[in-house]
């Protein structure tokens, strides 16, 4: 199989509240692309695949950072939160943190830690 156009992008599970039931933990971590899903529960690469594909193809939300975004699962009951990331091939993702994007319920923080 060919390797897949664009960046890579990284999905890791950062918050639980409740029960996951497709089996997700915290510290989950995915690569997942446009056309993989790398074993993630259906309805989240659903709501997911927009900013998968934003963040693999070289894009960004407009009020905020470039290479992260933040996203909950639409199942409210066990809400799960992901964080969607950028993967560079110059620098590892841990020597270029950037502030999470949050899409959804959620409102954007777009400062640093501190906001």
């Given at each position: 199989m060919n390797r897949e156009r664009g960046h890579p992008v990284r999905a890791t599970v950062t918050c639980i509240k409740g029960t996951c039931n497709a089996g997700h933990k915290v510290g989950d971590v995915l690569e997942v692309s446009a056309r993989n899903t790398a074993g993630m529960c259906g309805y989240l690469y659903h709501a997911a695949h927009p900013a998968i594909l934003m963040l693999q193809f070289g894009g960004s939300v407009p009020w905020g950072a470039a290479d992260v975004v933040e996203l909950q699962c639409p199942d409210t009951l066990n809400l799960l939160t992901v964080e969607l990331r950028r993967v560079s091939e110059e620098a590892?993702?841990?020597?270029?943190?950037?502030?999470?994007?949050?899409?959804?319920?959620?409102?954007?923080?777009?400062g640093g830690e501190d906001g």
């Open positions: 590892p993702a841990e020597a270029r943190p950037a502030p999470a994007v949050r899409l959804g319920r959620v409102v954007a923080k777009v």
